[in-house]
């Protein structure tokens, strides 16, 4: 159902200005990870996907995320 995830290695400042930059640049939603934590500074590496979509959903966020191995 959910996914959190590592992001360390993509480079950005934390897990905030990643999931911006996913909303903004490649069309997929996440939840940034610190805002699970009470100690906000243990989840600025990590993001929460979501997948109770529509297949058709999953497959086109699948495609978009593709594109972030080839840059």
Avoid: Q
């Amino acid at each position: 159902y959910y996914i959190m995830t590592d992001i360390a290695h993509f480079g950005f400042a934390d897990d905030i200005a990643f999931a911006r930059y996913l909303v903004k640049d490649v069309g997929v939603a996440a939840v940034p990870g610190s805002s699970f934590y009470r100690n906000a500074d243990l989840g600025r590496t990590k993001l929460r996907f979501c997948f109770c979509k529509k297949d058709e959903t999953l497959h086109a966020a699948i495609e978009r995320l593709r594109r972030l191995a080839t840059r």
